[in-house]
Antibody, heavy 118, light 111 residues
Framework: QVQLLESGPGLVKPSQTLSLTCTVS??????????WSWIRQPPGKGLEWIGY???????YYNPSLRSRLTISRDTSKNQFSLKLTSVTAADTALYFC??????????WGQGTLVTVSS | QSALTQSPSVSGSPGQSVTISCTGT?????????VSWYQQSPGTAPKLIIY???DRPSGVPDRFSGSKSGNTASLTISGLQAEDEAAYFC???????????FGGGTTLTVL
């Protein structure tokens, strides 16, 4: 059973960089043809796909976030990460990591709330 | 604004059936067989309940069924139970932009 766990600061100041890490257990992020994904959900709102990193290392980003976004991985730690620069209050959300078979997310982390505030 | 449109809310009584719709305006969606549905209870992560329009992951009751016609995908929940009260999100793959898109979500209330 694959398990994912998000970690990172819960509070980020405006204009700074939001950094989160997803630690995966029960499966390798560098095999299996999966897309290791980030999705976010502003409080009380719907889901927004952020992007993913394929098992090969190729990345795919939401065009609306591409200029501020980097998704990377550390295969030695079986982790993948999200960096979002120049954050504003609009980036306040519950951030989920998930395993996807292309666009279908079958395993999700519990989510971590990130608040952008001074 | 979501690329996929869902009604904000729907309700039904125990034992009844409800249908949640998801409408896309693009040819990507119209021509796609890649539609998924997720169930999200308050304070929890979304759970996959339907993928590729109508397939159910192992463990999802057959009370949940999916379909699609043209630009509208539908999730039907039959034999409604109190535990079905949750938010439901559709999603699809937008080929033209190589992105995953979600609907705004529909909150199901079991009366």
């Amino acid at each position: 059973q694959v398990q994912l766990l998000e970690s990172g600061p819960g509070l980020v100041k405006p204009s700074q960089t939001l950094s989160l890490t997803c630690t995966v257990s029960g499966g390798s992020i560098s095999s299996g043809s999966y897309y290791w994904s980030w999705i976010r959900q502003p409080p009380g709102k719907g889901l927004e796909w952020i992007g993913y990193i394929y098992y090969s290392g190729t990345t795919y980003y939401n065009p609306s976030l591409r200029s501020r976004l980097t998704i990377s991985r550390d295969t030695s730690k079986n982790q993948f990460s999200l960096k979002l620069t120049s954050v504003t209050a609009a980036d306040t959300a519950l951030y989920f990591c998930a395993r996807a078979s292309f666009d279908v997310c079958d395993f999700w982390g519990q989510g971590t709330l990130v608040t952008v505030s001074s | 604004q979501s690329a996929l449109t869902q009604s904000p809310s729907v309700s039904g009584s125990p034992g009844q059936s409800v249908t949640i719709s998801c409408t896309g305006t693009s040819s990507d969606f119209r021509d796609s067989s890649r539609v998924s549905w997720y169930q999200q209870s308050p304070g929890t992560a979304p759970k996959l309940i339907i993928y590729e329009v109508r397939d159910r992951p192992s463990g999802v009751p057959d009370r949940f069924s999916g379909s699609k016609s043209g630009n509208t995908a539908s999730l039907t929940i039959s034999g409604l139970q109190a535990e079905d009260e949750a938010a439901y999100f559709c999603s699809s793959y937008a080929r033209s932009s190589s992105t995953v898109v979600f609907g705004g979500g529909t909150t199901l209330t079991v009366l």
